[in-house]
């Protein structure tokens, strides 16, 4: 079991910069591949960034690619998203993902465990 909590989100200026959070518990996430996705206002869930469980692996969506980072400390269980340059249409409910296996997947439905989100808005 793998519990997780997302946090730093809110409401940025286009070109600025946010920093998302998940904090996670349980005895498997240091072996747990972790995700981040987002969904937006009447459009499905998408895949943002994943990142293997060591951190030797890390994937982004063409999207943000250049423009967010993922990391993770498993000492801390936790795992990050930075993100700059941001534009309106980042604009979603961002959620942390784990899955039981050490790569990482682009597919939601390859994850096990969920966070509740955090909002990220970005005006223009």
């Known amino acids: 079991q793998v519990q997780l909590v997302e946090s730093g989100g809110g409401l940025v200026q286009a070109g600025n910069s946010l920093r998302l959070s998940c904090a996670a518990s349980?005895?498997?996430?240091?072996?747990?591949?972790m995700g981040w996705f987002r969904q937006a206002p009447g459009k499905e869930r998408e895949f943002v960034a994943t990142?293997?469980?060591?951190?030797?692996?890390?994937y982004y969506a063409d999207s943000v690619k250049g423009r967010f980072t993922i990391s993770r400390d498993n000492a801390k269980n936790m795992v990050y998203l930075q993100m700059n340059s941001l534009k309106p249409e980042d604009t979603a409910v961002y959620y942390c993902?784990?899955?039981?296996?050490?790569?990482?997947?682009?597919?939601?439905?390859?994850?096990?465990?969920w966070g509740q989100g955090t909002q990220v808005t970005v005006s223009s």
């Open positions: 993902a784990a899955r039981g296996a050490l790569s990482g997947s682009v597919r939601t439905t390859e994850y096990d465990y």
């Open positions: 349980g005895r498997s996430f240091s072996s747990s591949a």
């Open positions: 990142i293997s469980w060591r951190g030797g692996s890390i």
